[in-house]
């Protein structure tokens, strides 16, 4: 039976394990690292089988689902569960990792422009990786999100301890002819400050860091203007809070 | 200070639709903008897929909305070290469907019931329905480069919901030829699909 038991991650993976043997085949994948990594393997390849027989629901579901959201708790993020050997601060840390490769997985897919200003500090791709995954890993790190009347797209991710704030946008339409885009940090006194500008991909998509101090900055927005950028902000095309 | 506008190569995977890890990690935090972009993403993979279990529409309905509520519900829990987003997805889609068509299935007829589905529905059937689209040809075309056993022996089990009990039975094979040909017959749609190891 132990030599056996190994033969069944399709099986798993496929669901295709009565109730019975799938509590003893989960034991066994606590402590078998070969068929733990083949039965994800296997679960991504199943995912595709699924993905490929997409069919759109009726329309009206999606209202339905919206409209339940409100009513259904949500789960806090890790079990810090004593009986875990690992303990809760590892579970913390591994955590934290997967959110930081997660996010760096919208950048490294985004092929858009990533701006960085910065004290000179970042100077190959990798250094800037770590940047995201210093920011994404603070105590502090905050999301907001946005959806313009247009249909853009903007996600901010904000650490005041780290003074960073990085912005993702989305369904970003090129600018106009001569035109190019920029990005502001904004404080309820003083000037807008700008952080650069930026040209989103084909996909609408671009992601712009600022690693400088963001002081007291409570919005952050994007407008059109000339090509090369102005002082003062023109055309806002965007603007979000950001968390205090 | 200097300032620095860099392009960065995203490689092959540029069409990739837009990032439902990301939209999952706003979910965790409760935004519910991210939670209504992410089901433009995922509803129709998931309905698909419950469709092809469930077979009734009412009750696909009934599944597909619970899934997307479990979403809703679970997305701290997601842990995109161990898999994408879509996978973890449709892994929870897949056994949500198989536990309601399971349930639905008194223990005594159950064996029945799988041969009457199955004459419901010729084995090429899944294989012609699966989209035409481009990025699902290749699905097609690695499905086909199985052996029949394979083909039929993970067609059964995923699509229709069936044990490999169900599926030994059916096709009046023994019990550990189809869980070796449910394994194998993965592995090979794995490597012809890429999927990253
Ligand atoms: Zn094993």
């Not at chain 2, 009750?59 to 509520?69: A, D, N, P, R, Y």
């Not at chain 2, 949500?96 to 399971?102: E, L, M, Q, T």
């Not at chain 2, 030829?177 to 749609?189: A, M, V």
Request: charged share 25%; proline share 5%.
């Amino acid at each position: 039976m132990t030599a056996d038991i190994h033969a069944l991650t399709g099986a798993y993976a496929l669901d295709a394990i009565p109730e019975f043997e799938r509590a003893a085949f989960e034991r066994h994948l606590h402590e078998c690292d070969a068929c733990a990594q083949e039965v994800r393997e296997l679960q991504a390849t199943a995912a595709r089988l699924g993905d490929a027989v997409a069919e759109s629901p009726p329309p009206e579901l999606k209202a339905r689902v919206l409209a339940r959201v409100a009513e259904v708790r949500q789960l806090p993020p890790a079990q810090h569960s004593s009986a875990r050997a690992a303990g809760p601060g590892s579970t913390w840390a591994l955590r934290l990792t997967g959110v930081a490769a997660a996010v760096l997985l919208v950048v490294s897919v985004s092929l858009g422009v990533l701006l960085v200003q910065d004290r000179g500090e970042l100077s190959d791709r990798r250094q800037e990786s770590a940047a995201v995954v210093r920011l994404l890993s603070a105590d502090d790190v905050r999301f907001v999100s946005g959806t313009t009347t247009s249909g853009m797209n903007g996600t901010a991710v904000v650490s005041r301890s780290r003074g960073q704030v990085m912005l993702l946008t989305a369904n970003m339409p090129p600018a106009p002819d001569g035109k190019t885009y920029q990005a502001w940090l904004m404080a309820r006194s003083g000037k807008p400050k700008s952080v650069g500008v930026f040209a989103p991909d084909q996909a609408g998509r671009a992601s712009i860091m600022d690693s400088m101090e963001i002081g007291d900055a409570n919005q952050v927005g994007v407008s059109v203007e000339a090509a090369g950028g102005s002082d003062t902000p023109h055309e806002v095309v965007m603007a979000m809070q950001l968390p205090a | 200070m200097a300032e620095r506008v860099r392009r960065i190569a995203g490689g092959a995977e540029g069409v990739r639709p837009p990032d439902a890890e990301a939209l999952l990690l706003l979910v965790a935090r409760g935004d519910e903008g991210a939670f209504e972009r992410l089901y433009d993403l995922v509803s129709g993979p998931v309905f698909g897929l419950v469709r092809r279990i469930v077979r009734d529409p009412a009750q696909s309905e009934e599944v597909t909305q619970e899934v997307l509520l479990e979403l809703w519900r679970t997305a701290a829990r997601f842990a995109p070290d161990r898999g994408s987003a879509m996978t973890w997805v449709l892994t929870l889609a897949h056994r949500r469907a198989v536990d309601r068509v399971r349930s639905a299935q008194a223990a005594t007829d159950r064996e029945d019931r799988a041969y009457r589905r199955d004459a419901d529905r010729p084995f090429d059937e899944v294989a012609e329905q699966v989209s035409t689209r481009l990025e699902h040809e290749q699905v097609r075309r690695c499905l086909s480069s199985l052996t029949d056993l394979q083909r039929e022996s993970v067609e059964l089990a995923y699509y229709r919901g069936l044990t490999y009990r169900e599926v030994a039975e059916l096709l009046d094979t023994p019990l550990g030829t189809i869980k070796t040909r449910l394994r194998d017959g993965l592995i090979r749609l794995r490597d012809c699909l890429g999927v990253a190891r």
